[in-house]
DNA sequence: ACAAACTCTGTACACTGTAGAGAGAACAGG
DNA sequence: CCTGTTCTCTCTACAGTGTACAGAGTTTGT
């Protein structure tokens, strides 16, 4: 992958009018047989299905029945594709039903979140350090802005509360898709893969299971409960819930580490 | 990248005795060139300077005056150097000093792991959905389970604790440092970008201001008191302290919103 | 009719991971 | 010592990747 994942590099302008379908008119000159749209659709149903590494301009450009070259013709390239796809996937999302308790809300766009990211793993290997500047990620910004609006922060805590959150999902949902995903690729089920390790580990000498008790320990235990490795979406929901008894402090202002100072 | 960004693929056998450093041995043919520990340090060099994309089999062969072929003999595939890669830079986490706070030990670890990500961001690009079986990863893990060990929780609190505040961990690492490897690569700062991008986004009519009224207010005030799109560190730091609130409170039995049902 | 503007295609380049075959080196047993 | 085994290392080759560039063909404005 000697190319972007994604843009923030490239020309805004260009990028921009993509994202939102303003589109200079050419007037002369063949007809299109494709729209921006169509591949959109076509590419994110190829990462959806085979994911991200198969979305090659090949790929893509076959599926459409169409040369390679001609998808530049539309996009300038892969990069920003990448962005349209991730904008158009936003746009799954939808408002939350109002309620007027806010962890209510925030707890259902995350799990909305949560939910998408599965739907579309690929979403999770895209750089997201410059989100795509298009309507519908605007659109999921302002939905999770406007979700602790009002409740009693700063807007700074706001800013931060919605990056912790957003940070949290993704980091969790990380976790949980790419093991989804190993279970397809490897054909080996998490515990299948573990029981294969274990004996191998056993018979190094200094992988000693004393070494590491409460692994070892706790690693039983979440076995037996899960009946697997992991249980992502139970630990998703622990702490997120977690998270918002957090936030929740700071709104009622009883933070009881809140006057504590870090070390160094 | 057509290829495995990370194994649970691949002989387990083979991937652990690398892992552990248990040679089978050849006391035959040509004494070798190089050590594996040579070739991850190589390696991660390559990764650390260049990313990871810049890590390919030949560019570290050619760092190691060797052919590319030749690093085959030491490790299966480039899968199973990413496993080795990891595990090593494990290693540079060491026990914290002791503290009878466990809010400051587990602030430590977290904050050790950030700054690892930010010397190693690539890291944050390899699959984490299993994590090599290296003395180092274990090592990590036990020390993270210890951190929240004895406090009141039980084993599956502290597991689901411990996933919880890695998945946040890594979560708001992978935006900080993308977003400090974008200016790096794109020679743009995020304020740079923006003031590319905000006239573009002003000329377009669907993308009227008043449409997203928090997202523009929150955004001017973040930029203006961080003097930049975003603070990372700072929203990582807030967010933390509001997860171990969460926590505290799981641990004192007042949590604020336990007996909280989820809709749907 | 002509030129401009546009879409689309084929070729080409510099990359990627790694399979496979074979050359050469070091040791074990005789 | 010689020979066979086992190991390291190299070369070649294959099927991929994104996309630059040149050119062919089509539609429209004048």
Chains 1, 2 share one sequence.
Do not use: C
């Not at 039903?97 to 925030?106: G, L, N």
């Not at 509360?161 to 998490?190: H, I, K, P, Y």
């Not at 819930?241 to 070390?263: C, K, M, N, S, Y």
């Amino acid at each position: 992958m000697t190319y972007a994942d994604h843009t923030g590099t490239g020309d805004p302008r260009r990028t921009i009018e993509l994202l939102w379908g303003v589109r200079g008119k050419p007037r002369r000159g063949p007809k299109p047989k494709l729209t921006v749209e169509e591949i959109v659709t076509a590419a994110i149903g190829l990462a959806d299905s085979e994911g991200i590494a198969a979305l090659s301009v090949r790929r893509g450009a076959e599926q459409l029945g169409v040369s390679p070259m001609s998808l530049y013709t539309y996009i300038p390239s892969r990069a920003e594709l990448l962005d349209l796809m991730m904008d158009r996937v936003h746009g799954e999302l939808t408002d939350p039903p109002p309620s007027d308790e806010w962890r209510v809300t925030v707890t259902i766009l995350a799990e909305d979140a949560w939910e998408m990211y599965h739907r579309h793993p690929w979403l999770l290997q895209l750089t997201t350090g410059r989100l795509p500047l298009g309507p519908h990620t605007f659109a999921k910004h302002e939905r999770e802005l406007s979700a602790v609006d009002a409740i009693g922060l700063t807007d700074l805590e706001m800013d931060a509360v919605v990056a912790m959150v957003n940070g949290f999902v993704q980091g969790m949902a990380r976790g949980s898709v790419e093991s989804a995903g190993l279970v397809r690729r490897s054909g080996m089920t998490d515990v299948e893969w573990w029981n294969a390790s274990a004996p191998v580990l056993a018979e190094i000498p200094e992988a000693d299971a004393g070494l590491f008790p409460l692994a070892a320990r706790i690693g039983q235990s979440a076995g037996e409960a899960h009946g697997a490795a992991s249980a992502p979406l139970h630990t998703f929901r622990f702490g997120l819930a977690r998270i918002l008894d957090g936030v929740e402090q700071l709104v009622t202002g009883e933070a009881p580490g809140a006057d504590r100072e870090l070390p160094s």
